[in-house]
């Protein structure tokens, strides 16, 4: 003991307190634990004690409405029911004989002590230990006199009591273990903050003995300690000062701010009189340099903005980059951007921003100023710089489209030369420009606009032989196609039905081609014509709102119109009232589709004597530039006896119907309107009588090879 009581004392006064300190937690956590047990074993059997009664209650319940049943009912009903994990209910009578139970069914019990001690009794508890286990068990019963036996719960004591208060232990012990550590971690770094500050002042005293100047001491505190510590810091601060202080005089660094440590300093005033003599023979050398520098300054920014207008002059939006940042950068400001006049519509001249740079990086935006807009558009009508100083707090891209950031100087330079100006550059700063970089500024603008002038010239020089040499690709393409669609349409012409739907085709093709240039539109527009206007069955050709705007020959045979009297008409005077009231609404469906689909089907037209027929129609959407049109084709009705018009009749005669010798009638009475067409024109008009549809194709395929010979040509 003695020697314990001395180690202590001679131990440090850290170690003491720590030691002390986890002595007597360890002492009160372990006394808790003890009375914590205690009261767990006491709760546990409290629940159980609960927990088994209810159970019995309701056996007995169960049992009240079940004691006519048989026995059998009786074991799954209660074998089913457990008690926690493992316990379970029996049934036995007052004779000892085990009625129902999961392990002793069918024993008698009677000499055992637990049976003599709850017989008799009309409800308790009695503890036994099974002798095949050596578990020791809970045994709660209740007598039920109705049928004359014994209600009774088994548990076992490892699952009610000892597992939950091994729980409880462990738990306790840990908890033992955590605090004991936290205290002695707590107890550490309290006296840590004891012993810390001391041992720190030791250290910077011994340097100062030394003639080192050591960092000064932090501590926070205002107790004794730190009241130490901040007369040693004063100290070492004041060393500190007036040894950086001579060491900037010998740097020139004369505006370097020093307090000698009082008026009695003899070393920090002598210090203040060096300062000043020497102050004064360096301020005349400075503004020598300063104005040396800014000579060569602009000189070297000249001959810098020199090279890259000479390097850029291909891509203006590139080129204005390099340029604004570039000049960012040289003049050591905060923002700018480029506004360059937009005149490609001459009736909507605008000034574009080009390139924006601020903060170190590039920004993407799209602003359009007019001009006189803003002080951007002032400084364009004007052609004169604008320099801005006073800019109000609440300057937010109002007259100037910088964004949102609010500079405090603001220079606006006009891109001119020859009194012709290209643009603006707008420079934005939160310092005022000084003179000189106002004067370079001005001085580099007109380089700027000439070559700004040289790119767009090139540029538009460049977009033009693009264009044409475009142009000149989409025509050759456009004579590939056209050769390739007359070869195909010549080479498929055998039946009635194969040649509508290759008209059809050679249409919308003919038509996809003449979007291009207005010469090719009028020559393909032509053809198109000469080829319905021959076309044997009737051709009714509309725009959108359902205007006529071509009606062939056989269609003035078939409806018995000139074509004077419908063309710049409503095709709905062509229909009855009834489809007429219709066709807007299936037109307009008709157009929704998104693409060329043909329509054929069976409707009536109306002739115009006032006769209705019903006529096979075929439609196909068409377009020529932007314009879309409507082309229906379709043949007489098809009569029989007495209701068959008559083959002379210019009004009701069907060119698909036509006899052989009315075909050469007609033949010959339009003759003297047709001496000046081809001569595949009047071969076909000559084969008309034998066969006006194979006169038909033999016709389209005359025109194609017209057509391709005039192209070779």
């Given amino acids: 003991?003695?020697?314990?009581?001395?180690?202590?004392?001679?131990?440090?006064?850290?170690?003491?307190?720590?030691?002390?300190?986890?002595?007597?937690?360890?002492?009160?956590?372990?006394?808790?634990?003890?009375?914590?047990?205690?009261?767990?074993?006491?709760?546990?059997?409290?629940?159980?004690?609960?927990?088994?009664?209810?159970?019995?209650?309701?056996?007995?319940?169960?049992?009240?409405?079940?004691?006519?049943?048989?026995?059998?009912?009786?074991?799954?009903?209660?074998?089913?029911r457990t008690i926690y994990n493992t316990g379970f209910i029996s049934l036995v009578n007052s004779d000892g004989e085990v009625l129902i139970c999961r392990e002793r069914q069918g024993q008698n019990i009677s000499s055992t002590h637990y049976f003599l001690q709850m017989h008799g009794s009309q409800r308790g508890e009695t503890t036994y230990t099974d002798p095949v286990t050596d578990e020791t068990n809970f045994q709660y019963f209740t007598f039920y006199p109705n049928m004359d036996l014994y209600v009774i719960a088994t548990l076992e004591k490892s699952e009610v009591i000892d597992k939950p208060v091994y729980n409880t232990l462990g738990i306790l012990l840990f908890a033992l273990i955590f605090t004991w550590i936290t205290f002695s971690v707590v107890?550490?770094?309290?006296?840590?903050?004891?012993?810390?500050?001391?041992?720190?002042?030791?250290?910077?005293?011994?340097?100062?003995?030394?003639?080192?100047?050591?960092?000064?001491?932090?501590?926070?505190?205002?107790?004794?300690?730190?009241?130490?510590?901040?007369?040693?810091?004063?100290?070492?601060?004041?060393?500190?000062?007036?040894?950086?202080?001579?060491?900037?005089?010998?740097?020139?660094?004369?505006?370097?701010?020093?307090?000698?440590?009082?008026?009695?300093?003899?070393?920090?005033?002598?210090?203040?009189?060096?300062?000043?003599?020497?102050?004064?023979?360096?301020?005349?050398?400075?503004?020598?340099?300063?104005?040396?520098?800014?000579?060569?300054?602009?000189?070297?920014?000249?001959?810098?903005?020199?090279?890259?207008?000479?390097?850029?002059?291909?891509?203006?939006?590139?080129?204005?980059?390099?340029?604004?940042?570039?000049?960012?950068?040289?003049?050591?400001?905060?923002?700018?951007?480029?506004?360059?006049?937009?005149?490609?519509?001459?009736?909507?001249?605008?000034?574009?921003?080009?390139?924006?740079?601020?903060?170190?990086?590039?920004?993407?935006?799209?602003?359009?100023?007019?001009?006189?807009?803003?002080?951007?558009?002032?400084?364009?009508?004007?052609?004169?710089?604008?320099?801005?100083?006073?800019?109000?707090q609440d300057y937010i891209r109002i007259t100037s489209g910088l964004g949102d950031e609010n500079p405090s100087a603001l220079l606006l330079i006009p891109l001119k030369v020859n009194d012709q100006i290209f643009g603006v550059i707008e420079l934005a700063s939160f310092s005022e420009f000084e003179k000189y970089k106002l004067e370079f500024v001005e001085k580099i603008g007109e380089s700027i606009a000439s070559t700004i002038s040289s790119v767009k010239i090139n540029t538009q020089t460049a977009a033009l032989l693009e264009k044409s040499q475009q142009?000149?690709?989409?025509?050759?393409?456009?004579?590939?196609?056209?050769?390739?669609?007359?070869?195909?349409?010549?080479?498929?012409?055998?039946?009635?039905?194969?040649?509508?739907k290759e008209n059809l085709k050679t249409i919308e093709e003919l038509n996809k081609q003449i979007q291009h240039t207005e010469e090719d539109i009028k020559l393909k527009e032509k053809e198109l014509v000469e080829t319905l206007e021959e076309c044997p069955n009737g051709v009714v050709r509309t725009n959108t709102n359902g205007i006529i705007l071509f009606f062939n020959k056989a269609a003035e045979h078939i409806l018995g119109y000139n074509r004077n009297e419908v063309v710049g008409q409503d095709i709905k005077m062509l229909m009855p009232e009834q489809d007429a009231l219709n066709y807007d609404q299936e037109i307009q469906s008709y157009l929704k589709t998104g693409h060329k689909k043909n329509i054929r089907k069976d409707l009536p037209f109306k002739t115009k004597p006032g006769e209705v027929i019903n006529i096979y129609l075929t439609t196909v959407q068409t377009r020529i530039g932007e314009e879309i049109f409507i082309t229906g084709f379709f043949s007489a009705p098809k009569t029989s006896g007495g209701n068959q018009p008559s083959p002379d009749s210019p009004e009701t005669g069907s060119p698909q119907q036509e006899t052989p010798g009315n075909a050469d009638n007609k033949k010959a009475g339009e003759s003297k309107d047709t001496n000046e067409k081809t001569e595949d024109s009047r071969d076909m008009h000559q084969d008309e009588s034998a066969d006006p549809q194979k006169a038909w194709s033999e016709h389209i395929r005359q025109k194609g090879k017209t057509f391709r010979k005039g192209k070779k040509k």
């Fill in 187 to 392: 107890n550490y770094f309290i006296m840590k903050t004891i012993t810390t500050p001391i041992n720190g002042l030791i250290k910077v005293v011994k340097q100062l003995g030394k003639g080192d100047l050591a960092d000064t001491f932090h501590y926070p505190y205002k107790d004794e300690v730190g009241q130490m510590a901040g007369s040693v810091n004063d100290l070492v601060r004041g060393l500190k000062q007036t040894a950086i202080f001579a060491n900037e005089i010998g740097k020139n660094n004369f505006d370097h701010p020093f307090e000698p440590l009082s008026s009695e300093d003899m070393l920090g005033n002598a210090l203040l009189d060096m300062r000043q003599s020497l102050k004064a023979a360096h301020e005349e050398e400075q503004i020598r340099k300063i104005e040396d520098e800014k000579r060569n300054w602009t000189t070297q920014g000249l001959a810098k903005f020199a090279d890259i207008l000479r390097k850029n002059n291909d891509n203006i939006t590139e080129l204005s980059y390099d340029i604004i940042r570039n000049l960012v950068e040289y003049l050591d400001i905060n923002q700018g951007g480029v506004f360059i006049l937009n005149d490609e519509d001459k009736n909507d001249k605008f000034l574009e921003l080009t390139a924006c740079y601020a903060f170190d990086r590039r920004k993407y935006l799209d602003k359009k100023i007019l001009p006189g807009e803003g002080l951007v558009g002032t400084c364009f009508m004007e052609q004169e710089p604008i320099y801005v100083t006073d800019i109000p």
């Fill in 471 to 500: 142009q000149a690709e989409e025509m050759r393409a456009q004579e590939e196609e056209m050769r390739q669609n007359m070869e195909e349409l010549s080479a498929t012409q055998e039946s009635m039905a194969e040649k509508e």
């Fill in 1 to 80: 003991m003695n020697r314990i009581l001395n180690w202590y004392k001679n131990t440090k006064l850290s170690h003491r307190v720590i030691l002390s300190m986890n002595l007597a937690i360890f002492l009160s956590i372990l006394i808790i634990s003890i009375f914590a047990t205690i009261n767990r074993i006491n709760v546990q059997k409290q629940d159980a004690r609960n927990l088994v009664h209810n159970e019995l209650n309701q056996i007995t319940t169960l049992l009240d409405f079940l004691q006519e049943r048989p026995l059998d009912d009786l074991d799954r009903i209660i074998s089913s």
